[in-house]
T-cell receptor, first 113, second 115 residues
Framework: KQEVTQIPAALSVPEGENLVLNCSFTDSAIYNLQWFRQDPGKGLTSLLLIQSSQREQTSGRLNASLDKSSGRSTLYIAASQPGDSATYLCAVDRGSTLGRLYFGRGTQLTVWP | GAVVSQHPSWVICKSGTSVKIECRSLDFQATTMFWYRQFPKQSLMLMATSNEGSKATYEQGVEKDKFLINHASLTLSTLTVTSAHPEDSSFYIC???????????FGPGTRLTVT
């Protein structure tokens, strides 16, 4: 069974800091890994998707890396802003025909001005 | 970008009634849609996987007779909570898997409150 763990569970930082959110998974046989953002009471917004053959993906101030062999992914947020405050979830797709995602419990990020 | 809608966004119903929630992929086709449940400050719990034209696959512990799922077309799946009780109150989120990219796109969620 695939288990996904996210550390830290919560993070509170002043505006402008560079952040690293961690995600680990127990089964390295994955198809891809996605990072999502969830605002309170809202659905999920996909931030970055990394295929198993890739090492990293970048979008604006976000950079996600993947080390499949060690079962780890990190989400790097540069120059954090108050608008980045949200819960960040990582999810692993094991590549079954159905495409089920296994979610971590998320990191709740607060960026204060 | 790919958009998934859910309707209604929130609903309040009385105990014992049934509630239907719709999930639509607006600009792409999805043979597979997923239904999740989320409690406050918890992660998403997969309830069932729905494939177009076939019966849904339910996760262990999810009552298939209580949570009826229908996936009649490549763009629409519905979840019906039958004989709802207060403990069914939760945030229900659907997602649709893109045939083209394999990414999953999530709906905005439906807040169900059973009184």
């Amino acid at each position: 069974k695939q288990e996904v763990t996210q550390i830290p569970a919560a993070l509170s930082v002043p505006e402008g800091e560079n952040l690293v959110l961690n995600c680990s998974f127990t089964d390295s046989a994955i198809y891809n890994l996605q990072w999502f953002r969830q605002d309170p009471g809202k659905g999920l917004t996909s931030l970055l998707l990394i295929q198993s053959s890739q090492r990293e993906q970048t979008s604006g101030r976000l950079n996600a890396s993947l080390d499949k062999s060690s079962g780890r992914s990190t989400l790097y947020i540069a120059a954090s802003q108050p608008g980045d405050s949200a819960t960040y979830l990582c999810a692993v797709d094991r590549g079954s025909t159905l495409g089920r995602l296994y979610f971590g419990r998320g990191t709740q990020l607060t960026v204060w001005p | 970008g790919a958009v998934v809608s859910q309707h209604p966004s929130w609903v309040i119903c009385k105990s014992g009634t049934s509630v239907k929630i719709e999930c639509r992929s607006l600009d792409f086709q999805a043979t597979t849609m997923f239904w999740y449940r989320q409690f406050p400050k918890q992660s998403l719990m997969l309830m069932a996987t729905s494939n177009e034209g076939s019966k849904a696959t339910y996760e262990q512990g999810v009552e298939k007779d209580k949570f009826l799922i229908n996936h009649a077309s490549l763009t629409l799946s519905t979840l019906t909570v039958t004989s709802a009780h207060p403990e069914d109150s939760s945030f229900y989120i659907c997602s649709a898997r893109s045939l083209a990219t394999s990414e999953q796109y999530f709906g905005p969620g439906t807040r169900l409150t059973v009184t």
